[in-house]
């Protein structure tokens, strides 16, 4: 059963004290998780995730940005070093978007941010990796006066009434990145999986993020995404085989990888 992580930031210190990134890359290997996508954060982790990318061939693909709670009085020099970045292999622009929950000061930044690497994202023809936060009408205010913009909600976490919200914006042909929070038991994400359809799920971990079930509140993996394909699997009442299958194929389509 091979399985896509979509979303995963296996090259932070939290995994050094047990054989670092490459090490939880091989757990997840093991676990059938054949590869993985992991978007950058700051100016700082550009080169850990370099290296780890660099050392698993094969395995890791980068996505190259500023996510939203990195923007600052600085943001506009920010957003230009994480866009120059960008290299070649990179698959996708991210992890960008909008995050208001424990902060509205640079909500306004945010948004520019956001626009800025949207824009470069279509430029170089890449899907965006779209973190949301408490601001689903400023992120999709803003997508939406980018034309041609593609991508993924990760981490998704709304309603019914979310989804039709953003292809309602967007359109029918974005993603939505389901993760470990599907498994908590007060989660309603579950109900609106019938609303995406299969053929617009990604599977995700956001590790070392949101473990899910039976490892909630501990560092999360890659390896860990097993638990959250079992719970989509039981949501939409079909074979567990089955959601890995059209996730991995989803994902692939997501990124434009070649066979």
Not at 84 to 97: H, K, L, S, Y
Not at 119 to 144: K, M, Y
Request: glycine share 8%.
């Amino acid at each position: 059963m091979a399985l896509f992580d979509t979303h995963t930031h296996l090259y932070l210190s939290d995994f050094d004290a047990d054989g670092g990134g490459e090490a939880a890359v091989a757990r997840a290997v093991e676990a059938g998780v054949e590869a993985m996508l992991m978007p950058n954060v700051d100016l700082s982790t550009i080169a850990p995730l370099r290296s780890l990318q660099e050392r698993c061939p094969g395995r890791v693909y980068a996505a190259m940005g500023l996510h939203p709670t990195e923007v600052g009085a600085s943001w506009r020099d920010d957003v230009a070093q994480a866009l120059d970045a960008v290299a070649a292999t990179d698959v996708a622009i991210g992890e960008v978007g909008m995050d208001l929950y424990w902060d509205r000061t640079f909500r306004d930044e945010q948004m520019q941010a956001l626009e800025m690497q949207a824009l470069r994202a279509v430029e170089l023809d890449l899907p965006l990796v779209i973190h949301c936060r408490e601001a689903l009408a400023e992120t999709l205010e803003v997508l939406s006066g980018v034309r041609g913009a593609r991508g993924v909600m990760h981490s998704f976490g709304g309603t019914e009434a979310d989804v039709d919200a953003v292809r309602r914006a967007l359109g029918d042909d974005w993603y939505f990145g389901i993760n470990g929070i599907v498994t908590f038991k007060n989660c309603k994400v579950a109900d609106a999986l019938p609303a995406i359809t299969m053929d617009r799920l990604l599977l995700e971990t956001d590790a070392p993020y949101l473990a899910p079930v039976p490892h909630r509140g501990k560092r999360n993996e890659s390896a860990f995404i097993t638990f959250t394909a079992a719970k989509v699997a039981q949501a939409l009442g079909v074979a567990q085989q089955e959601v890995a299958q059209t996730t991995f194929a989803n994902s692939r389509q997501f990124l434009r990888l070649k066979s």
